[in-house]
């Protein structure tokens, strides 16, 4: 089973109801990993295993649309950041099923890039403190969408 030899799969199982987790829709989940190496760094990822991400069906194109939707508003809100990063994780071609496609997103700011060049990442921002505001403000901004008054 890919699953079980899937380390991604694991930190989902794990994180769905931890402290990292931000907002989750019905097929992706977006956590703050643990260790990440930049403020805010949100980990958007198919909550069942999926190698590519060019196997995604129309209802998971849909779905991770409004999950990017929900977290590109609450990043904007914590950040006031307007520039932002989305990286793309894939597998070389001929890669073993075992590995699980996933976006990074993280908010474009020269401060990240502190001591980058030599490989040592400098966040200031704990995983657990960034993902307990990004939750807060991914519920207000998928609130708003539904045209939820609060």
Known sequence: DERS?????DIIQRDMNSVRHVFSTRYFIALCPWASPYPYNIRILPQKHITHFTKITQKDIEDLASLLRITLGAL???????DFNLVLYEPPE????????????????EANALGEEFGIYINRVKPEDAAARLAEAARKEFATLAGVKS
Request: glycine residues 0%; positive net charge.
């Open 5 to 9: 030899s899937c380390p991604l799969c």
């Open 76 to 82: 904007y809100n914590i950040t006031n950041k307007e």
């Open 94 to 109: 001929k890669q073993n099923k075992s590995f699980h496609w996933y976006i990074d997103l993280y908010p474009n700011n």
